[in-house]
């Protein structure tokens, strides 16, 4: 009969000595290898924190994004489109919420550096970004009257409150005209005589009776800013704006050294504005440059309430609500209000987002309640109508909206109803896109893009 057994091995003192001393190398060869490991994470984490200063970095680096072209073929299919039909020559979107961006795409010939004229988009970047920091350090108030910033004001505009300019609900006239402007040419200080003139030209209704969109109440707000700071709005922009966000190329200006431009007209060496192309191209309502990259970063401060610009939370929170209710247009304190009746978002946000559109084919909007922020930037406007401008974004949002809930295996999807939730994995298993896909009174038929 066979029987197993191990062989019985016998080891002498210098043999089991040796033995041990390769275990202990062996072990700390191990411990080496970790402790190499931990610094080289340690060193990549801290390369991501201390990028040029912007905090957002590893957020706007595409390789954390578990969002892939696949699942946005239908938006980008639109866009192509939209250049195969000449209709925009230059363009570029990013999605993301409060934790940072998800996705960004570009364009066939546009890149994450193409600057684009952000035209009305500059109101709420520049002015309301400065007036909400002024408010928390307490140098503004909402209900600051021109007649406190102003010496010679006519007596109807004396008692405006500087809210209803932020609302476009002031009574000003909406634009300065060029042959207004014009008369101006010869003066040393272009600024303070458009500014004067607007203070002294009649109102064209009642403040707060209705809504008119007005340029020119944003020229005002932003002079005032730069009496109540003493520095000119480009200076404040990057010094109060741009650097603590990291936001290192915008401004106003950059056309003039830009090699890498979206053509928003047939002279691109000026800002597409009249009025801020008046006034030495810096102005309150227009004149700003930025890219995709930069507009992402700003769409994640705004989502989490511009705290890194040391707004304060009540001061944020008051600004988004509805100061236009019951005048047919909704508006915030230097925001566009996002309501039932409001077309350009389509279905993607619900009531009480915020943003602003530029008349170039660029805009921003941020949902407060589930931190979901969109940035489209094109240069629409120099091949297409500014109706079609409009049309353009609706379909964009509705598109982006059926793509972000359509077909995928790890979305959960309620039914369409009075609001629908989406929710999203992306970055970490903590971090959820939310959509609020809800105005119901344009929602219509799932895919039904209105095209």
Known sequence: MMVNSRKLQIFSKEQIKE?????????LVLIMSLVISFASFGMIVGAINEDEGNEYAAYTNNEVSKMTEHDLERTIAYIEQLKADGKLSYAAFAVGNHTGEFFHWTLDGTTDNTLFDMASVTKPVVVTSLFLQAQSEGLLSWDDTLSMHFENVSEDKADIPLWRLLSHSSGFVARVSNSVLSTFENEEDRQAAVV?????????YTPGTKVTYACNGYVVLGAILENVYGKSLDQLFLEKVAEPLGMENSGYKLFENATDLAKHQ?????VNDDIAHFINDVSGNAGLFSNILDMSVYAIAVANKLADLDVSSDVFDESVKNRTEELGDSRASGWKYVDESYAQTGKLFSTGSIGHTGHTGTSFFVDPETGLWVVLLTNANYLSTSSEVETMRKNFHNILADDLVAGQSNIEVTPYGNIDKSVYPLNDENAVLTVHCGNPSILGNLNNHGV
Not at 19 to 27: Q, W
Not at 266 to 270: K, T, V, W
């Open 19 to 27: 033995k041990e001393m390769k275990k202990i190398f062996l072990a």
């Open 196 to 204: 004067d003139y607007i203070l002294s030209t009649n109102l064209s």
């Open 266 to 270: 047939s002279n691109s060496n000026r």
